[in-house]
């Protein structure tokens, strides 16, 4: 029978429809493959096109020799930095000037190349390039919300085909996040624990849900995933803002996200997918309640009327046959060879 199961950290409720339940490996994308070549003369993020782009923000290596990654404005920004966040307010109308920050995080030079086809060295410089940004952006006192996420595939919304990431900073806490900061410490005031923390303590004690982890992460499908194979990925060690990840968490973080993701990329073909680091502002750095994790999500099902309407989601796939799938795959070693984006 079906059951309803709620998120422990969003108080959401998930449907988990066991009577449609499918095979992971059901949900494949089985796309025909197309080679990805490493240059496209006309792409923006090559190299040697520069010229094509905004004035850079920052790079790395830094020392004049050849970048490995690139940090731009992005071309189309949602927000504008040249504005002032002024307020007003006109009956139950609230406005905000539209400033902010919307930078592209260029992952590599190589246009073939997706995250899963680094090597956990180059993933740990591309973390480096995120923390560097999102503690200078948060020096600036109007902003008060960091999110950094990637599109991959046009169904996730990547618009160009070279992979990269994504900054967006705000004048305002989005309201998803400022839902769970609520939970978090209406949690923390009743139990006198961070929620977080003790999820995943259980969840380690328990294994079922956990596919991967390392001395200072953990990858893992939620009791109450709102879609087929959702995987958050939680330090160890109790951290409200991502500002605060240290030299050697980055590096563990490298090799836990290019393993989860290389696995989605075998087992299930590459799907189209969303990554997000869910942050805490950065002046809740050492707040006990809150606890940072990056969200993976592959687009494997389409949104429809009913979750639409209610805001609930049906997952198709028990989280525990989700976590054992991919403990399962083996990713060997993942190549660019004939690989598409």
Not at 128 to 133: A, C, G, S, V, W
Not at 187 to 204: I, K, L, N, P, T
Not at 258 to 284: C, H
Not at 324 to 330: A, G, I, P, Y
Request: charged share 20%; hydrophobic share 40%.
């Amino acid at each position: 029978m079906a059951e309803l199961r709620q998120n422990f950290f969003t108080k959401e409720w998930v449907i988990i429809a066991t009577e449609r339940a499918k095979r992971p490996e059901e949900l494949a994308t089985h796309r025909a493959v197309q080679p990805v070549p490493a240059f496209v003369e006309t792409c923006p993020f090559c190299p040697g096109n520069e010229c094509k782009t905004p004035l850079e923000v920052m790079r790395t290596p830094v020392n004049g020799q050849p970048w490995e990654v690139r940090v731009i404005p992005n071309k189309f920004a949602a927000l504008s930095s040249d504005v002032q966040p002024t307020r007003s307010l006109q009956h139950l109308r609230r406005r905000v000037a539209g400033f902010g920050f919307h930078e592209v995080i260029i992952d590599s030079p190589d246009h073939s190349r997706c995250m899963t086809l680094l090597d956990d060295s180059h993933v740990a410089k591309i973390l480096r390039i995120y923390k560097q940004r999102y503690n200078a952006l948060s020096l600036d006192p109007r902003v008060h919300h960091i999110t950094i996420f990637k599109n991959h595939g046009l169904d996730a919304g990547a618009s160009l085909q070279h992979p990269h990431s994504q900054l967006i900073a705000t004048p305002v806490i989005p309201s998803q996040v400022r839902h769970r900061l609520h939970e978090a410490l209406r949690h923390y005031d009743d139990a006198g624990e961070c929620m977080f923390c003790h999820m995943v303590e259980r969840e380690v004690e328990d294994q079922t849900r956990v596919v991967l982890k390392n001395e200072n992460f953990v990858a893992m499908e939620v009791f109450a995933s709102p879609t087929p194979f959702a995987t958050h990925i939680f330090p160890l060690r109790h951290m409200a803002s991502f500002g605060d990840i240290s030299e050697l968490e980055i590096a563990d973080l490298a090799r836990v996200l290019r393993t989860l993701l290389a696995k989605i990329y075998v087992g299930l073909e590459n799907p189209d997918l969303n990554f997000t680091v869910r942050s805490g502002p950065a002046e809740y750095a050492g707040a006990r309640h809150f606890h940072w994790y990056v969200s993976v999500i592959p687009r494997l099902t389409r949104v429809a009327g009913f979750e639409l309407g209610s805001g609930m989601f049906i997952n198709t796939v028990l989280p525990e046959d989700a976590a054992e799938f991919l403990r399962k795959v083996s990713i060997g070693k993942v190549t660019a060879a004939g690989a598409g984006q």
